[in-house]
């Protein structure tokens, strides 16, 4: 499914195409190649084709249909769907009763006229970065099927990557929102920490948990993050403030904007392919300016002591009752960090709360920092370790490398898929802004996409 999101919706409310012949066309796509990729755990073909025949019956009547009208959609399997028991990756929670209710965001979107068609694979509770997941299977990359997804929202980037739907919903916690769409040649979008609602998903690490996005152009990356704003009483954490529609104001562009270049920890460890990816952006932009963001590498010291000790305290009970139902490589992490003294804990949340601090005082001088979103392209399925900076490094870990930082204080980035002529596999650049400033990220990756810099097409073979 080549067509956008907007394309989509448009033929479905123009009546040139019905809602269900849109919901058809992507269940037989995904029946037919799916298989090969890794994408889904749960196909809700039923719902999607009644939810299609309810938005055709709408049309009929003459009612107005909404923005994303008939648009297919599909999401993480940590975001509750109604009837399916809430995955999170994991074996144990498959036993669990299923979702009496949608989680607040696919509510959101439905209520904007999307079609939901089913739930995605992901690293198991969301402690991943490379779309491997030993119950479900790997998630594979569309442009390579040899090569990782990133994680863990693998399944989001497969599938969108695969053309199955034009939009996947995702979480990110350290990352898995915009390390898959490097990997996997995506626009995706991590808003502001509390910008939406994460009522009824299933949680991470509760003070650096993020839902947000994936889309194959900026337009419709805006489109879904428009229906998804809004307060919402379920989650405490939601922000109270308004909605901030970003759809009209794409074509605003980056002009005016002070924009500079992440320096320092955000040049080094990775592979050329990464710092020349981020000095595409910048020449685009016309932008030779560079900033400093103040003790990164403490910033994501920091992101892992507070993501493995909070993660440890969710799963306590699960750790204790079925050990052995664990991935070992999450439950050997959640483990330790059940161990992990509270000194250290209270002095990465005494940094957290100073880096915050610092962050502000930066965005005071530029309005934009671009920045690796991984260090290298997809690693091949099954690789364990990987060269950078002359160091063999674990895969797992250290695919977050640059987005960590960027994760622990809750700052909005859009990640935009950059490609180099002769590769198969693409790689993504952080556009990173100050709280609440969507607007900004949105508006740089569009100017990005409309410079031909930026670009997200379907996989090869997938057209």
């Known amino acids: 499914m080549s067509a956008s999101a907007s394309e989509i919706a448009a033929a479905v409310r123009g009546g040139t195409t019905s809602a269900r012949a849109v919901a058809e066309a992507c269940l037989k796509r995904i029946a037919a190649h799916d298989g090969r990729v890794g994408a889904f755990t749960d196909v809700t073909a039923e719902r999607a084709l009644a939810r299609a025949d309810a938005l055709d019956a709408a049309r009929a009547r003459g009612e107005a249909l909404g923005p994303l009208s008939g648009v297919p959609f599909a999401v993480k399997n940590l975001f509750d769907l109604q009837g399916l028991s809430t995955r999170a990756g994991s074996k144990i929670n498959r036993d669990d009763p299923p979702a009496k209710r949608d989680a607040a965001l696919v509510e959101r979107l439905e209520a904007a006229g999307a079609v939901c068609v089913g739930a995605l694979n992901m690293g198991e509770y969301a402690y991943d970065f490379t779309g491997e997941n030993i119950h479900d299977g790997p998630s594979r990359n569309p442009h390579d099927l040899g090569h990782m997804s ?9 599938a969108v990557a695969a053309g199955f739907v034009p939009i996947a919903l995702g979480s990110d916690t350290n990352g898995s929102i915009r390390v898959p769409s490097s990997l996997c040649g995506l626009f995706g979008l991590k808003p502001t920490y509390g910008r939406l609602s994460r009522a009824r998903s299933f949680p991470f690490v509760s003070s650096l948990d993020h839902l947000g996005p ?34 009209a104001s794409l074509g605003e562009g980056a002009k005016g904007l002070r924009i500079a270049v992440a320096g320092g920890y955000f040049a080094e460890h990775g592979l050329p392919e990464a710092f020349e990816a981020v000095a595409r952006c910048a020449r685009a932009l016309d932008t ?127 990640a935009v898929p950059i490609w180099t002529q002769g590769e198969t596999l693409p790689i993504g650049v952080q556009v990173i802004g100050p709280p609440w400033r969507e607007d900004l990220v949105l508006h740089v990756a569009a100017a990005l996409e409309a410079l031909g810099v930026a670009a997200a097409p379907v996989a090869a073979g997938f057209e």
């Not at 990133?150 to 497969?158: A, D, E, L, N, V």
């Not at 900026?218 to 428009?226: N, P, R």
């Not at 307060?231 to 759809?247: G, L, V």
């Open 150 to 158: 990133g994680g863990s929202s693998g399944g989001c980037g497969s």
């Open 214 to 247: 994936f889309a194959r152009s900026v337009a419709d990356l805006a489109l879904s993050y428009d229906a998804m704003q809004g307060r919402d009483a379920d989650d405490p954490h939601c922000a109270p403030i308004p909605a901030a529609p970003m759809s």
């Open 288 to 414: 030779t300016r560079t900033a400093e963001i103040p003790q990164a590498h403490l910033a994501r010291a920091s992101a892992f002591l507070i993501t493995t000790t909070e993660g440890a305290a969710l799963h306590l009970d699960r750790l204790r009752r079925r050990p052995d139902d664990f991935d070992p490589a999450v439950r050997n992490r959640l483990l330790a960090g059940a161990m992990v003294p509270a000194s250290l804990v209270v002095k990465a949340q005494k940094f957290r709360a100073w880096f915050r601090h610092a962050m502000a005082a930066l965005f005071e001088e530029v309005d934009i920092i671009l920045a690796p979103a991984t260090p290298c392209r997809a690693p091949k399925l099954g690789q364990s370790v990987m060269e950078l900076g002359g160091e063999s490094l674990p895969v797992r870990a250290n695919l977050g490398l640059y987005t960590q930082p960027i994760s622990f204080i809750g700052l909005p980035v859009a």
